[in-house]
């Protein structure tokens, strides 16, 4: 069973997931992936582990649709210059809270899609009748307002605390469902199952992982600029649910979601003493990473989850290390005596580490083996570099450069090749990339007007890979130092 976030920072409650009957392959072609045969029916979320379980009652299979045509081709490509249109009613109810209930879910499908730049959801003014639960709907109602996709559901509650929640997405131009789930849970985790169906929509459609039912570890700022109170905050990818997790009196920065658990490393001036920490979500727990003299900074973790790669500082310099996280000895990556190592992020097979370094008598961006090994520079502009990043899918490196009066937000090719800006302003740094590698997100300061830091901002912001559909990220405080979780399991 898939562990859902309740009110806890780890989650609480299960959901538990079920196929409905009467969905239908489709082919995709999806991008430079080619031909992708859909296993309709057979995506049914995946299952969570821990807390109460709540049986589901099977569902009716949807009757067959009459006749019916080829798909349209879709590609990630042809929605982001023509997004899909896709239309999603309010989830059926019988009324009072579980009505309600159906609309919010909607509303969060609804924001989730319009905000990824690729579907354009359909004003439900333009709708000539509501979504129906399981009957096959009129798709002559659907494709007369143009829609290409079409989401249908019913909300149900079992009685307590406890709900049943029912989608159905459906091919408007074939007349045929490609997708039918039904999930039991409590009530408190109906935003988790937005998120859920949201993904599963973009999935079937697109052909890729959607990222929607992630969470955003960040530094929340707030007060007067010269003393700036940095917090450990962590919200839903959408902005949603923000919980801060410490409490401002020591500054903390750079944090990082552990791969595979509720766990998060970050660097705290606990003590006045800035160390590199790991922070438990389940228990609110800190504790110290490593035994080091110097000051450690920038961690990441491995991919495996069983280290965390930092680097430490050894008077002008900092070298890279990796330390064990169920004991072991720590391990010494570079010794370049007095050169500056820091910002070093694993690839997603763990066999590479991209990092910054001024050991050539400029901050550049470097790449070695897992083991310190064969280092080679790939960085080669007019400008400095910094806090690289690769990407989930290993195809690209995102990085902070600056050079100038600006600062951007760019990516390349591990080799260093295909160097491409995504964005640009007076002060961006610090990119983070979504679990299925499409989407950055990075902060962006604005300068101040006078000397007592009034007009001062510090924003997160997402944008495509590509470069388009750059957005700021609604946060309650200042907000910096962004890390995407992986999907939520």
């Known amino acids: 069973m898939k562990h859902i976030g309740g009110d806890r920072l780890t989650g609480g409650e299960m959901i538990h997931s079920e196929t409905l009957p009467g969905s239908r392959p489709r082919l995709l072609r999806v991008g430079r992936r ?8 057979l995506l049914a979320a995946p299952s969570f582990a821990g807390g109460a379980f709540a049986q589901a009652t099977p569902a009716p299979a949807a ?10 081709e879709i590609t990630v490509d042809r929605a982001r210059t023509a997004p899909i249109p896709i239309a999603i009613p309010d989830l059926v109810a019988a009324g009072g809270d579980a009505a309600q209930l159906g609309r919010d879910i909607a509303g969060v499908i609804t924001n989730n899609l319009a905000r990824c730049g690729l579907f ?24 007369v307002i143009g829609a290409q996709a079409l989401v249908t559901g019913k909300v149900d509650s079992l009685g307590g605390d406890k709900v049943r929640v029912e989608f159905r997405l459906w091919d408007v131009l074939p007349q045929a ?12 985790n109906w935003r988790r199952i937005a998120h859920i169906i949201s993904d599963v929509i973009y999935e079937r459609l697109l052909g890729e992982k959607g990222y929607f039912d992630t969470r955003i570890v960040y530094i929340a700022g707030s007060g007067p600029r010269d003393r700036r109170v940095k917090r450990l905050a962590i919200m839903d990818q959408d902005g949603e649910r923000n919980q801060f997790l410490t409490d401002g009196r020591f500054l903390a920065l750079s944090p990082r979601y552990h791969p595979t658990r509720d766990q998060i490393a970050f660097m705290s001036y606990l003590d006045n003493k800035p160390r590199v920490y790991l922070f438990d979500l ?34 002008p310099g900092a070298d890279i290390w990796t330390v064990g996280l169920h004991g072991g000895r720590a391990r010494k990556l570079t010794d370049t005596g007095g050169a500056i190592d820091v910002s070093p992020c694993y690839s997603p097979d763990g066999t590479q580490v991209v990092f910054n370094s001024d050991r050539g008598g400029d901050q550049q961006l470097y790449v070695m083996g897992a083991d310190g090994s064969n280092v080679r520079r790939i960085s080669f502009g007019k400008a400095r570099y910094a806090t690289p990043v690769w990407s989930p899918r290993g195809d690209l490196i995102a990085y902070t450069r600056f050079g100038g009066s600006t600062f951007q937000i760019g990516v390349m090719r591990p080799d260093g ?7 640009e302003s007076y002060y961006v740094e610090g990119p983070t990339f979504a679990p299925n590698g499409r989407v950055i997100m990075f902060w962006r300061e604005t300068a101040a007007r006078d000397s007592r830091g009034n007009g001062f901002s510090s924003r997160l912001v997402s944008i495509d890979i590509t470069g388009f559909n750059e957005r ?12 995407w979780s992986p999907l939520q399991s």
């Open 120 to 143: 354009r959801p359909i004003d439900p003014a333009a709708f000539i009748k509501s979504g129906s639960a399981g009957d096959v709907p009129n798709f002559a109602d659907w494709k």
């Open 63 to 72: 009757p067959a649709p009459a006749g019916g045509q080829a798909t349209a």
């Open 417 to 423: 090749s295909g160097e491409r800006v995504l964005s």
């Open 282 to 315: 389940g228990t609110g727990r800190q504790s110290i990473l490593g035994n080091f003299q110097g000051i450690t900074l920038s961690p990441r973790f491995a991919p495996d989850g069983n280290s965390v790669i930092m680097s430490e500082t050894n008077g």
């Open 34 to 41: 080619g031909l992708i045969a859909g296993a309709a029916g």
């Open 472 to 483: 700021v990220v609604t946060t309650p405080t200042d907000a910096s130092d962004p890390a």
């Open 177 to 188: 469902q490609i997708q039918g789930t039904a999930y039991t849970t409590t009530l408190s």
